[in-house]
Every structure is written in structure tokens, then in C-alpha cells.
């Protein structure tokens, strides 16, 4: 019905084609500017695994460790280099970015079929330009396919909604679309418990539907799903000791209020709070009008602020881009919202049939669209100094033009400068082997703040970083023994400023007094020790 739909609207047709390249124009621009993260530089060693031997693992000391979480990640980003033959930072986002694209593609249906093609325009054009959009779109991590993923078990959800007696075929969709969604990233988990009141909701006047048999077949499924990634989980960590803890640990919900933690306006202030979302936010809170009256638009309207509620008090690791696998839900709301508070206030002012009256209403619309669009673009809209980041925090997902550390230049300065015999102390293993080819010896953490691996392969009694398995410098006597037993030692800080995390303060003032900076670039530093 709907790609008849669209078959017969050539205007939709040329306007879906027109956002289609508008989107991947802001993505594909400047997809290779910014150096690898550590998430992505994480999931490429991932990626080469996957080249090496069809899954993804890395090697960490003497133990191959294969990938216990975003499990279906490194197989999507695979793909490009396969093409290409060598991985690269275009080859490893490309796939972001179709992603990306695929969800906007998505919004346009979805709105055009619910809500029609003035809604759908202004929807994707506030994807298309929104920074956080743009910056997640071209990022190689889990972000984009989980947002696509979660974008689909949705709307197959509303599908099964909208029957009567759920067909198998659609059930089992939804229950495959949630395992893509699952397995690239957990806390998409979130989605049952937010899906489950949703359906309560819209079923409240038949219950039974619940418990129809095609249903209860997916319900099966979703849970052995669940069973079965946790288990691997579990069954994949054992056999290694670690000390600390991190992410990775946490497979379930917690009582966010027992905790000391717990933080239930994090989410408000960090999304809300963004200098791209403060007038769009406004839309999306006053819109609340638009939610009581038009029930698809509800759907969509509670998916978001529930999932909201839900992290906020449920997932105790709190992070900002940890909403953006529900963006889509409040970009359709508040596109939703200013096309019907348009046409409202177009259908009051035709009343008047007064070409003034008309030509002023359709300039406050135009200049009303002009604003919201350019909002939602750090480019032309900032409105916060650099100092003052709106409570934010470090954040570098929420303006285009803020760099991120510098892994490549340091690196590269050590691959040009190292002698042989030298050692390598690194706190970046992963970007630094990617960028450069070297292997760094080291990793000093005096505060432990990231988990290290004990390898019981060997015997000597050393910790090892949880990246690639280099010895872990655990205080500041290890680091001394080092410098005494060798003539030159290279140390990648980077991030600099996350140093004081995982140094203490006497070795950081220690590094910083007998150390010489040979490159400094944004939030990286390449130092040399010689004897």
C-alpha cells in the first residue's frame, strides 16, 4: 500500500530522493577528519579478527578473546573493506553512514504513511542536519545500527498493534528485528519493558490479545534470545581473571534509587540541555497538546519518554548516547508537531481570506521552519561558550567542530622516532598498534579505573591491560624499575586529560618534570624518557 503510494507520488518520490543525498552529503563530509576513537579503534581490531578468521576476537597477551557484547557490530562494519581490502577509517564508518541514511529513509515512510508528507519533510530534514545525528552517523561504533534496528522492531511492533489476530510472519519479524537490535547493543533490552506498557496501553480494552499463540511463539524466542547472549557472555569471561569491573558486567536492570549512583535527571539535562535540542525540546514538550490528540503520534511520543524513564532508573552506567537508539522517536514527534501546528494555524488564518493576514502567517511559518531547522545545527546555532557547556560535562558528540584526542598525529610521530631496543608505555594500545603498527609494551594505570586481565598462560606476575595484553605498571616504583633498566622509553598520553583517572597525581607531575614532549596534538601528547 505504501510503495503504491509512493509510486503514484512523484513529489514524494523526488523529495525522499532530494533528503536521501542531503543526509549522506553532512555525513559523507568529513567522514575521515576526525581520528578513531577508542570505542571505534575497539571495534576495528574487532573488525580484523573478523578478516582474520570470520569472527571477531582480538588478542590480548597469549589469550584470543572473542567479542561478549555488540556482537553483530564488527560483521556490519566488516563489509566495506572486504570490498576495499584494507580497513580504513572511511571503510569502517561507510557503514554508519548507510545506516543512518536507512533510518531517515524510515522516518520519511513512517511519517508519510501516518502523518503525510509535510510531516515526513520536516522530520528527515531534522535528522538530516541534526549535529548529534551527523556525529553518530559517521561514527564506527554501535550507535547507528543500533538506532536502524530499533527504528524497524518498532514499527513492526505498531504493525502487530494494528492486527487483529497477529500473523506469525510479523511476529517472527518482530522477534528477528529485536535480535539485531539485541545483539548490537544491550541496552536496546530496554525496548521489552517499554513495549510491554505500550501494548498494555493500546490492547487495555482486549487483554487476550496478549496472549494470542503466534505472540506467545515470539515471546519464546525473544527470551531464549536473552538467555542465550547472556550465558555466552558469562561462558566467554570465566575462564579470565580480571580485577575491577566495567560495563560489560552489568547484563540486568538495577534499582537505580539503592544506588549511590543514581542520577534520574542525567538523561533530562544531557539531551534536553544540548544547545541543538533546547528549542526543538521546547517543540517537543509543548507539542504534549498533539499527543492528546492524534494516537500515532502517541506511540511514538511515549516510546521516547518512557525508554527515558526507564534508563534513568534501570541502567546505573549512565552515558548521553545511550538515547540516541530512540532519536528517531522524538525527531518524528516534534516533525509532527510543527507540521500540524502549521496547517492549525494555516486553517485559522484562511478563515480571515485576507491576503495580508495570509502572507504574514505564511511568513511567520517560513521564518518558524528556518529556526527550528538551523537550531538543531551547531554550525548555525551555538548557544553556549566553549567554557560553558550547559552542565554538560566533556562531550563531543554535541557540536560539529569540537576535536577529540589525537591519537593519529602522536602515533604517527612514534612510528617516525622509535629506535629499535626502545619501550613503549601506552594508554591508547589499541589506535596506537592501528595508527602505527607498534605494539606498546606498557600500560600504566596506578589507580585502577579500567579492568586489567591476568594471564595464568604465564608466569610471570604481571597484570595486562584488557585492550592487547601489555604489562600493567600498577604504581610508581614498577614505572622507576622500567626507566632504570632501559635507555630510552616512550609514553602516549592520550587522552591527556583523562590521566589523572588512572595516574596518581605524584606520577603525572613525575612524567610531566622528566619527560620531554616531542608532539602534542588535541588531548594527546607523544613524551620521551632517556636515560
Same mark, same amino acid.
Given at each position: 500500500?505504501?510503495?503504491?503510494?509512493?509510486?503514484?507520488?512523484?513529489?514524494?518520490?523526488?523529495?525522499?530522493?532530494?533528503?536521501?543525498?542531503?543526509?549522506?552529503?553532512?555525513?559523507?563530509?568529513?567522514?575521515?577528519?576526525?581520528?578513531?576513537?577508542?570505542?571505534?579503534?575497539?571495534?576495528?581490531?574487532?573488525?580484523?579478527?573478523?578478516?582474520?578468521?570470520?569472527?571477531?576476537?582480538?588478542?590480548?597477551?597469549?589469550?584470543?578473546?572473542?567479542?561478549?557484547?555488540?556482537?553483530?557490530?564488527?560483521?556490519?562494519?566488516?563489509?566495506?573493506?572486504?570490498?576495499?581490502?584494507?580497513?580504513?577509517?572511511?571503510?569502517?564508518?561507510?557503514?554508519?553512514?548507510?545506516?543512518?541514511?536507512?533510518?531517515?529513509?524510515? %522516518?520519511?515512510?513512517?511519517?508519510?504513511?501516518?502523518?503525510?508528507?509535510?510531516?515526513?519533510?520536516?522530520?528527515?530534514?531534522?535528522?538530516?542536519?541534526?549535529?548529534?545525528?551527523?556525529?553518530?552517523?559517521?561514527?564506527?561504533?554501535?550507535?547507528?545500527?543500533?538506532?536502524?534496528?530499533?527504528?524497524?522492531?518498532?514499527?513492526?511492533?505498531?504493525?502487530?498493534?494494528?492486527?487483529?489476530?497477529?500473523?506469525?510472519?510479523?511476529?517472527?519479524?518482530?522477534?528477528?528485528?529485536?535480535?539485531?537490535?539485541?545483539?548490537?547493543?544491550?541496552?536496546?533490552?530496554?525496548?521489552?519493558?517499554?513495549?510491554?506498557?505500550?501494548?498494555?496501553?493500546?490492547?487495555?480494552?482486549?487483554?487476550?490479545?496478549?496472549?494470542?499463540?503466534?505472540?506467545?511463539?515470539?515471546?519464546?524466542?525473544?527470551?531464549?534470545?536473552?538467555?542465550?547472549?547472556?550465558?555466552?557472555?558469562?561462558?566467554?569471561?570465566?575462564?579470565?581473571?580480571?580485577?575491577?569491573?566495567?560495563?560489560?558486567?552489568?547484563?540486568?536492570?538495577?534499582?537505580?534509587?539503592?544506588?549511590?549512583?543514581?542520577?534520574?535527571?542525567?538523561?533530562?539535562?544531557?539531551?534536553?540541555?544540548?544547545?541543538?535540542?533546547?528549542?526543538?525540546?521546547?517543540?517537543?514538550?509543548?507539542?504534549?497538546?498533539?499527543?492528546?490528540?492524534?494516537?500515532?503520534?502517541?506511540?511514538?511520543?511515549?516510546?521516547? %519518554?518512557?525508554?527515558?524513564?526507564?534508563?534513568?532508573?534501570?541502567?546505573?552506567?549512565?552515558?548521553?548516547?545511550?538515547?540516541?537508539?530512540?532519536?528517531?522517536?522524538?525527531?518524528?514527534?516534534?516533525?509532527?508537531?510543527?507540521?500540524?501546528?502549521?496547517?492549525?494555524?494555516?486553517?485559522?488564518?484562511?478563515?480571515?481570506?485576507?491576503?495580508?493576514?495570509?502572507?504574514?502567517?505564511?511568513?511567520?511559518?517560513?521564518?518558524?521552519?528556518?529556526?527550528?531547522?538551523?537550531?538543531?545545527?551547531?554550525?548555525?546555532?551555538?548557544?553556549?561558550?566553549?567554557?560553558?557547556?550547559?552542565?554538560?560535562?566533556?562531550?563531543?558528540?554535541?557540536?560539529?567542530?569540537?576535536?577529540?584526542?589525537?591519537?593519529?598525529?602522536?602515533?604517527?610521530?612514534?612510528?617516525?622516532?622509535?629506535?629499535?631496543?626502545?619501550?613503549? %608505555?601506552?594508554?591508547?594500545?589499541?589506535?596506537?598498534?592501528?595508527?602505527?603498527?607498534?605494539?606498546?609494551?606498557?600500560?600504566?594505570?596506578?589507580?585502577?579505573?579500567?579492568?586489567?586481565?591476568?594471564?595464568?598462560?604465564?608466569?610471570?606476575?604481571?597484570?595486562?591491560?584488557?585492550?592487547?595484553?601489555?604489562?600493567?605498571?600498577?604504581?610508581?616504583?614498577?614505572?622507576?624499575?622500567?626507566?632504570?633498566?632501559?635507555?630510552?622509553?616512550?609514553?602516549?598520553?592520550?587522552?591527556?586529560?583523562?590521566?589523572?583517572?588512572?595516574?596518581?597525581?605524584?606520577?603525572?607531575?613525575? %612524567?610531566?618534570?622528566?619527560?620531554?614532549?616531542?608532539?602534542?596534538?588535541?588531548?594527546?601528547?607523544?613524551?620521551?624518557?632517556?636515560?
Amino acid at each position: 500500500m505504501l510503495a503504491k503510494a509512493m509510486k503514484n507520488n512523484y513529489l514524494a518520490m523526488a523529495l525522499l530522493f532530494v533528503l536521501v543525498v542531503l543526509c549522506a552529503y553532512f555525513r559523507v563530509s568529513g567522514l575521515e577528519l576526525r581520528p578513531l576513537s577508542i570505542d571505534e579503534a575497539t571495534i576495528v581490531s574487532f573488525i580484523q579478527g573478523v578478516v582474520a578468521k570470520g569472527y571477531p576476537y582480538v588478542v590480548v597477551s597469549t589469550m584470543e578473546v572473542p567479542l561478549a557484547t555488540y556482537e553483530l557490530i564488527p560483521y556490519f562494519l566488516t563489509i566495506p573493506s572486504l570490498f576495499t581490502g584494507e580497513v580504513t577509517e572511511f571503510t569502517v564508518r561507510l557503514p554508519s553512514v548507510i545506516f543512518s541514511v536507512g533510518t531517515m529513509i524510515m %522516518i520519511f515512510m513512517i511519517c508519510f504513511r501516518q502523518f503525510g508528507l509535510f510531516s515526513a519533510v520536516i522530520s528527515c530534514v531534522l535528522y538530516s542536519t541534526s549535529t548529534w545525528a551527523i556525529y553518530w552517523g559517521q561514527n564506527a561504533f554501535h550507535p547507528a545500527p543500533t538506532q536502524f534496528f530499533t527504528l524497524l522492531t518498532v514499527v513492526l511492533i505498531q504493525r502487530l498493534l494494528s492486527q487483529n489476530e497477529p500473523t506469525l510472519k510479523l511476529s517472527l519479524a518482530v522477534w528477528l528485528s529485536f535480535t539485531f537490535t539485541y545483539l548490537s547493543w544491550e541496552g536496546s533490552g530496554f525496548l521489552l519493558p517499554v513495549a510491554a506498557v505500550i501494548v498494555l496501553y493500546f490492547k487495555r480494552d482486549n487483554l487476550l490479545w496478549i496472549f494470542n499463540r503466534n505472540l506467545l511463539v515470539m515471546y519464546a524466542l525473544v527470551i531464549l534470545t536473552l538467555v542465550w547472549q547472556g550465558v555466552r557472555r558469562i561462558m566467554l569471561q570465566e575462564p579470565h581473571l580480571m580485577l575491577g569491573s566495567g560495563k560489560g558486567d552489568i547484563s540486568l536492570p538495577q534499582l537505580g534509587f539503592l544506588n549511590d549512583s543514581w542520577d534520574p535527571l542525567f538523561y533530562l539535562i544531557n539531551f534536553f540541555g544540548m544547545e541543538t535540542h533546547l528549542l526543538v525540546g521546547l517543540v517537543f514538550v509543548v507539542g504534549f497538546y498533539y499527543f492528546l490528540r492524534l494516537e500515532a503520534l502517541r506511540y511514538f511520543y511515549l516510546f521516547f %519518554i518512557l525508554t527515558v524513564l526507564f534508563l534513568s532508573n534501570f541502567l546505573l552506567f549512565y552515558n548521553a548516547h545511550y538515547l540516541y537508539f530512540i532519536y528517531p522517536f522524538f525527531i518524528i514527534s516534534v516533525g509532527v508537531i510543527i507540521s500540524n501546528a502549521v496547517q492549525d494555524g494555516y486553517s485559522i488564518l484562511k478563515r480571515d481570506m485576507s491576503p495580508i493576514t495570509l502572507g504574514i502567517g505564511l511568513f511567520a511559518s517560513a521564518f518558524f521552519l528556518l529556526t527550528v531547522f538551523a537550531s538543531i545545527n551547531s554550525n548555525f546555532v551555538q548557544a553556549y561558550s566553549i567554557g560553558n557547556q550547559g552542565y554538560l560535562g566533556v562531550r563531543l558528540d554535541y557540536r560539529n567542530d569540537l576535536a577529540q584526542p589525537d591519537y593519529r598525529t602522536v602515533t604517527a610521530a612514534l612510528e617516525k622516532n622509535i629506535r629499535e631496543g626502545d619501550k613503549v %608505555i601506552s594508554m591508547a594500545p589499541m589506535p596506537t598498534r592501528l595508527y602505527s603498527g607498534i605494539t606498546s609494551d606498557y600500560f600504566l594505570q596506578t589507580i585502577t579505573d579500567r579492568k586489567i586481565v591476568y594471564d595464568n598462560n604465564l608466569v610471570t606476575p604481571f597484570y595486562r591491560d584488557k585492550f592487547i595484553g601489555s604489562v600493567v605498571l600498577r604504581n610508581f616504583d614498577e614505572l622507576k624499575d622500567l626507566l632504570a633498566s632501559n635507555e630510552r622509553v616512550w609514553f602516549v598520553a592520550a587522552p591527556y586529560q583523562s590521566m589523572p583517572t588512572v595516574i596518581d597525581a605524584d606520577t603525572v607531575e613525575f %612524567i610531566d618534570s622528566n619527560f620531554r614532549v616531542i608532539k602534542e596534538s588535541y588531548d594527546a601528547r607523544l613524551y620521551l624518557w632517556t636515560r
